[in-house]
C-alpha cells in the first residue's frame, strides 16, 4: 500500500504538473520502493500475489494515497496549508462521524484509550501539516517518497523502545529508504 504511492507520484509529478527528476532521484526512488517492499509481507509467491485480495486492496488504497498527495500539491496553489488541512478536517468529521455513532464500540474504546487517541490525533495533524508546508516549497516528485522515512522511524521504534525482534529485511530495508530519500534530496 505505501510503496505505491512513492513510485505513482513522482511518474504523475513530471508528466502532468511538469517536475523533473534526476537519475539519482529516480535511483533513490527505487530504493525507497524497494525498501518498502521489503518491509512488507511476502508470504505469496510469484504471480499469485497479483491475485491477492489484500494485495488488489492495498494497491485501491496506494491509489488513492496517490491521488489525495497530488491534489494537495495542486490545492496549495490556491490555499495555504492550514486551510487545507481545516478543509481536510471538516470532510473526515462529515464522512467518518456517522460510522463512527453507529459503532458500538466507540465508547468503550474512548474509555480505555482516551489518551492514545487524543495524542494521536494531534501527532497526525500535526505531521499532515508539516507535510503540507513542505509540499508547499518542494516539488511532489521528492515529497511523497521522502514521506516514507516514517517506516524507518517505525522501525528503530520497535527495536529501541517496544523491543522487537526486526528480521534483517527490516533493517536492510530501512536502509534502503534511508539511502533512497538521500539520493532524492540531493
Avoid at 520502493?33 to 497479483?50: E, H, P, Q, W
Avoid at 505531521?127 to 516539488?139: D, N, R, T
Amino acid at each position: 500500500m505505501r510503496g505505491t504511492s512513492p513510485l505513482l507520484v513522482p511518474v504523475i509529478g513530471v508528466l502532468l504538473l511538469n517536475e523533473s527528476v534526476t537519475l539519482q532521484g529516480w535511483i533513490g526512488i527505487l530504493c525507497i520502493v524497494a525498501g518498502i517492499f521489503l518491509v512488507g509481507d511476502r508470504n505469496s509467491k510469484g504471480i499469485t500475489i497479483l491475485f491477492n485480495k489484500s494485495i488488489f486492496i492495498a494497491l485501491l488504497v496506494g491509489i488513492m494515497i496517490t491521488a489525495y498527495t497530488v491534489t494537495d500539491k495542486v490545492t496549495l496553489e490556491y490555499f495555504p496549508p492550514y486551510t487545507l488541512n481545516w478543509a481536510t478536517n471538516v470532510g473526515n468529521l462529515l464522512t467518518l462521524t456517522f460510522i463512527a455513532l453507529k459503532s458500538q464500540d466507540l465508547r468503550h474504546e474512548w474509555k480505555i484509550n482516551w489518551k492514545t487517541i487524543l495524542l494521536g490525533g494531534i501527532l497526525s495533524s500535526g505531521g499532515y501539516i508539516l507535510f503540507l508546508k513542505a509540499l508547499e516549497i518542494m516539488p511532489v516528485s521528492q515529497m511523497a517518497p521522502m514521506r516514507e522515512i516514517g517506516t524507518v522511524f517505525g522501525t528503530l521504534m520497535g527495536i529501541f523502545i517496544l523491543q522487537e525482534q526486526q528480521g534483517r529485511s527490516r533493517i536492510v530495508a530501512s536502509i534502503l529508504i534511508t539511502a533512497g530519500i538521500v539520493l532524492l534530496a540531493q
